[in-house]
């Protein structure tokens, strides 16, 4: 049985077989892989790598080539085409162990190293790779910023990716990362399925986003739940310039257990379109600025004690009319003091 040495120039999937080209410049053509096909035990067409390009060890039987293996040649691509799984050099990658100088051959062929004698270990062109490896470490590789890194160790896991996508039943979680180098996080879902939550469908009535807002470019983290015909909705807004937005289309509930406490540095502004009820069990107000009241109907103070008015200065009442009366059921004194009473007659 001689065993000879060749070039595989092409390779046929549908058929299993290769073309080889010997180095005395002779060509075999459809020369099948040993093991792969074509037998009750074999293993199956598995196309692990490219063949194109390798050197094949030949062996004939009966007469007839096969490809029993391929030949490590010592050579290294100058751009890796397969990166390391992680920057912890660990494996191959750490210098101290199994990834010492030997000499100066190197068979990797560019191959990622971040694996152990014993580990499983499956790589391809472009960076793609998987690793089982011992003690509990698994690794799904697509390229340095989208993998999967799965550690026994406290039960790790751990997913990389630069843009990342999330759909279920509830509807999406997304991290985006768009061409203008915005990036952010959205949740967009609801609670009935098939109207609001849906992998693939639905109106979403909960948003949330984090980073990048949509049409919102100051905003940093905003939250709102609308109706599915987007009719009725509450939002609140956060922005980085230190502004806060609240906003419904509705009521608004605010209940506090305990304290509240509000301090503004600038104006407050109150608009009620509709009546004002406030309920205090007890006030003490303080104005230390100008203070000016309008009402455009009656205004009615009801006091159940005493009622005491200080005024540093003078009091001017300008009325349409003026009646004073005590208190009902006979009267009570009424008592007026000054320094000089006038009365004018208008």
């Not at 509990?136 to 993998?147: E, I």
């Not at 768009?178 to 879902?189: H, K, V, W």
Request: glycine share 16%; aromatic share 6%.
């Amino acid at each position: 049985m001689d065993i000879e040495t060749g070039t595989i120039i092409s390779v046929n999937v549908a058929k299993g077989v290769c073309d080889i080209l010997l180095p005395k410049g002779a060509f075999l053509y459809d020369v099948p892989i040993l093991g792969t096909a074509g037998s009750a035990h074999s293993g199956g067409y598995s196309w692990l790598s490219d063949y194109r390009g390798a050197v094949a060890a030949i062996i004939r039987i009966n007469g007839t080539p096969y490809i029993l293996a391929t030949v490590p040649v010592p050579s290294v691509p100058k751009v890796p085409t397969s990166p390391e799984v992680t920057s912890t050099q660990t494996g191959e990658g750490n210098t101290l162990t199994y990834g010492r100088e030997s000499g100066t051959h190197d068979y990797s062929g560019g191959r990622g190293n971040a694996f152990l004698p014993g580990d499983k270990y499956l790589a391809a062109d472009g960076g793609a790779e998987l690793l089982l490896g011992r003690e509990g470490f698994v690794v799904l590789k697509a390229s340095s910023l989208a993998q999967i890194i799965m550690s026994a160790l406290r039960d790790n896991l751990r997913i990389v990716a630069r843009e990342f996508e999330l759909f279920t039943d509830f509807g999406v979680v997304r991290c985006s990362h768009a061409g203008d180098g915005r990036t952010g996080l959205t949740i967009e879902g609801g609670a009935e399925y098939g109207t609001e939550a849906a992998p693939d469908g639905g109106v979403s009535t909960v948003h949330l986003h984090m980073g990048d807002t949509p049409d919102a470019p100051e905003a940093r983290f905003g939250v709102r739940v609308n109706s599915v015909d987007g009719a009725e909705f509450v939002g609140l807004v956060f922005r980085k310039d230190g502004v806060l937005v609240l906003g419904t289309s509705k009521d608004a509930i605010f209940s506090v257990g305990k304290d509240c406490s509000v301090t503004i540095e600038g104006d407050s502004i109150l608009q009620v379109a509709g009546s004002e009820i406030v309920e205090v069990g007890g006030e003490e107000r303080s104005v230390i600025g100008k203070r000016e009241l309008t009402t455009t109907a009656d205004e009615t103070h009801s006091v159940g004690g005493d009622m005491n008015l200080q005024v540093a200065g003078t009091l001017n009442i300008g009325a349409g009319g003026i009646s004073i009366s005590s208190s009902k059921g006979g009267g009570a004194p009424c008592t007026l003091t000054c320094s000089s009473l006038n009365i004018v007659k208008g």
